[in-house]
């Protein structure tokens, strides 16, 4: 591997010359920083090109995280991949690093082999990144005259070229490439060519993985296997499905990097593709369908006109805190109305509702009012990501002040599962934890009249205070909702897909325990599948977890299904 320059950053003598004499043998060229302040002098100086950087967590002077989020903060930097030194056992430490950017992890002591595969796979990925880097510039922007268009390729060299062309023209048009590039090289590699997580693993370490997918592709019936790119461009988004001709995958484990997967050598792309460079991503089908939404930069207004900001209309009488903290935000027109006047079609309606409570109302009326609490940063969070939500992002100065309040207002919403369960006569139990302070996962439920109990569970696509919000906003729609499992989706498809920008979904389970007669009737949206378990052990009885996330379609038939609750059983 000639020239690939690897920074060690420890203060533990004894720990960079390991690393050194593991990796100098493989041909990496290696450069030591004995603290977090020299490594981030030795970075930001730019006397040398970095391919990958080890980087201990605790030290002096200046740790390991601080080191990773000035490497992140920079242009220049944050592409290179950081692969984090730390114990395995540190559940804690490895879901902060996850969430700062860490998608590699080495253990202490060091295996050499897994030392050797982890470095030389980070580094592979970053020259790959400049690669696609280096082609997008000599491509033209002509992409973004296309307005629908349908694009067919069998191998991973086509779907990196392919990448590269409908990435040109983005803003972020390199992580947009990466991206398209790992989801489409996924779809050839584990959909038409049903190699598993597993086989990757064992033939990336015999060093045979290129050599099997080249066989593959010559065999029969992997040979006349053909992936699909569709791409509709509107005027504020790019949507891209891709579908493959294999029987599918369990995506749900690989849209997160998971503490089980982040000690391997491979299987973050999904993971990061999501993370980094689409506002959206949703799988659909058994797997075989992937579709991702890249939003638009915001197209400058003729020279001399201003862009109209969003409205945001203050109707009554509302809390001082709550306007004071609206009318701060210099993003949006806050509006006074008394309720005669016409509003602008999209303006955000905020009215106060009862003690201590607050109404807001969308203008486009694809979803119902919602009530919250008058807590100041709670509403000015949910208007920003109602009419503002590029402000929301993650790592922004809005989602660091206002997160804390959207984190404890959705924690809030979450019932007792005691006293749920209890209400129906069931033994209620759950378990939540979130790997950000707001999130797009919520359940919920509730006693219905006749005593049956009905339960949901769902994730948002996208993550961060957007996603967060959506989830409330979802809660809510759920509570309002009546009949049916199948009707109660079918109803939440049809105001999701109004409700939502093009591309945000919810993947979701919707169901009624009915004790009586030991049955769960439910409907599903693209979910893990439920189960029934047998009294006193015994194999699980699965359900059915298929179905098109809500809000994809707006008319999608989800069908009514049940699974018997054996007796004594869960």
């Known amino acids: 591997m000639p020239n690939v320059r690897i920074l060690i950053v420890d203060d533990e003598d004894l720990n960079r010359q390991t690393l050194r004499y593991c990796l100098e043998p493989e041909g990496f060229v290696i450069d030591e920083a004995g603290d977090g302040a020299e490594a981030w002098a030795m970075l930001s100086g730019g006397d040398a090109q970095y391919d990958a950087i080890l980087l201990d967590r605790k030290m ?17 930097l944050k592409a290179i991949p950081v692969i984090m030194q730390t114990a395995m056992d540190l559940e804690a ?73 409908l990435a040109g023209g983005f803003e972020r048009s390199t992580v947009v490439a990466m991206g398209l590039s790992e989801l489409m090289i996924n779809a050839v590699e584990h959909g038409n060519l049903e190699l598993d997580y597993k086989n990757k693993s064992a033939l990336m370490a015999e060093g045979r993985w290129d050599a099997v997918i080249d066989a593959r592709l010559r065999e029969a019936p992997y040979k006349d296997r053909r992936v699909t790119v569709e791409v509709t461009r509107t005027a504020t988004h790019t949507r891209f499905r891709i579908t493959d001709e294999g029987k599918g995958f369990d995506w749900h484990a690989y849209v997160d990097l998971t503490l089980e997967r982040a000690f391997d050598t491979h299987g973050r792309g ?16 058994t797997g075989n369908i992937v579709e991702v939404m890249v939003r638009h930069a915001p197209a400058p207004g003729p020279t001399g006109t201003a862009v109209p900001r969003p409205a945001v209309a203050l109707v009554g009488p509302v809390p001082d805190g709550v306007a004071d903290g609206l009318r701060a935000v210099g993003d949006w027109r806050v509006m006074t109305n008394d309720g005669a006047a016409a509003l602008p079609e999209a303006a955000l309606t905020i009215s106060a509702s009862g003690a201590g409570a607050v109404m807001l109302r969308h203008g486009d009326a694809a979803t119902p009012p919602h009530t919250l609490p008058a807590d100041p940063d709670l509403v000015e969070a949910m208007a920003r990501a109602a009419v503002l939500p590029a402000s929301m992002e993650i790592g922004s100065d809005a989602d660091l002040r206002l997160s804390p309040a959207l984190s404890r207002y959705q924690k809030s919403l979450l019932p007792d599962p005691a006293v749920l369960g209890g209400g129906a006569g069931v033994r209620l139990a759950a378990w939540s934890i979130a790997c950000s302070g707001v999130n797009g996962d919520i359940w919920g439920g509730r006693v219905l009249a006749d005593g049956r109990l009905a339960l949901f569970i769902a994730d948002m696509t996208g993550h961060g205070p957007v996603a967060g919000v959506n989830a409330i906003r979802l809660q809510a729609l759920v509570a309002a909702c009546d009949g049916q499992p ?58 059915q977890g298929k179905g098109l996330p809500v809000g994809a379609s707006g008319n999608f038939p989800y069908e009514l299904r049940r699974l018997d609750i054996p007796r004594g059983g869960s």
């Open 60 to 76: 002096p002077e200046m740790d390991g995280m601080e080191v990773l989020a000035k490497i992140k903060g920079d242009p220049d």
């Open 93 to 165: 430490e490895i879901v902060d690093g996850i969430e700062a950017g860490v998608y590699y992890y080495l253990t202490k002591p060091y295996d050499v082999d897994v030392l050797v595969s982890v470095v030389r796979g980070a580094a592979d990925n970053f020259a790959r990144q400049q690669r696609l880097q280096q082609e997008l510039a000599k491509r033209s922007g002509a992409i973004r005259l296309l307005a629908e268009g349908r694009f067919v390729f069998m191998t991973p060299q086509e779907a990196d070229s392919l990448a590269v062309l």
């Open 270 to 285: 999904i993971a990061m593709a999501r993370k980094m460079a689409f506002e959206a991503m949703a799988y659909m089908g």
């Open 486 to 543: 199948d009707a109660v989706l079918r109803r939440l498809d049809e105001i999701l897909k109004q409700a939502l920008p093009t591309g945000e979904y919810a993947a979701m389970l919707y169901g009624i325990v009915d004790v009586t007669a030991r049955r769960f009737d439910y409907a599903a949206a693209g979910v893990p599948h439920p189960a029934t378990f047998p009294a006193g052990g015994g194999d699980p009885v699965p359900g």
